[in-house]
């Protein structure tokens, strides 16, 4: 076993656990909160990814993915806030 | 010589990101309430997110730039959209756990009453 594969489980562990949060989260908010932790580790886990397969290209897509779930947290506080 | 220090340097910010990442969904179980799950779900993942992707530049040099723009970015947004959400989830009723006496209810009920 690969040293980086012990560091894609560990990834996949906080995801899945993060997961079941918002899978059974009992208010709104903490599956917003839930859904902005993945976008995070779901980053992290693309920068990753993209030094085991050596492609430099999922590095710009993991910057765009990480502006937009900036972006859909902070419309998702705005709706919950009431002021969209 | 020098590149096998920055090998050994990248593996630890790697480990040390995981585990962090991994103390973070920890947290977001185990904790109580949303606001400690706010809490511990983001100042820990901002650290370990950027831990992990500081670790890939150092054992990709010629990657470093991109990669530094991008844990620079995390810093600057993750903690920002925290604070989006624990405001709006306060405003839109969520109680704090075990709350003992609530002050943001008299300032919430003034800035209803001025509009």
Redo the contacts between chains.
């Keep these: 076993m690969n040293?980086?594969d012990?560091?894609i489980l560990?990834?996949g562990?906080?995801?899945f656990?993060?997961f079941?949060?918002f899978l059974k989260g009992p208010?709104m908010?903490?599956r917003?909160?839930?859904l902005?932790?993945m976008s995070?580790?779901v980053?992290?886990l693309m920068?990753?990814l993209?030094?085991v397969f050596d492609r430099?290209i999922y590095?710009?897509v993991?910057?765009v993915y990480?502006?937009i779930g900036?972006v859909g947290?902070?419309i998702?506080?705005?709706y919950?806030?009431?002021g969209l | 010589m020098f590149l096998t220090v920055m090998t050994y340097m990248g593996y630890l910010l790697l480990f040390i990101g995981c585990f962090f990442l991994v103390v973070s969904a920890i947290g977001i179980l185990r904790m109580p309430d949303l606001y400690n799950r706010l809490q511990a779900g983001t100042k820990a993942s901002t650290l370990g997110a950027m831990c992990t992707i500081m670790g890939i530049g150092f054992l990709h040099p010629a990657w470093w730039v991109k990669c530094f723009l991008l844990s620079l970015f995390i810093l600057m947004t993750n903690p920002l959209s925290s604070s989006v959400l624990a405001r709006a989830s306060l405003r839109s009723g969520v109680k704090p756990y075990k709350l003992v006496v609530n002050e943001c209810e008299r300032y919430l009920n003034e800035e209803k009453g001025d509009n």
Excluded: C, K, N, P
């Design positions: 040293i980086i012990v560091v560990l990834i562990v906080s995801l656990a993060s079941i949060r208010t908010s903490d917003a909160m839930a902005d932790f995070v580790v980053v992290s920068v990753v993209s030094f430099s590095l710009d993991a910057m990480a502006l900036f947290t902070v998702i506080g705005r919950l806030e009431g």
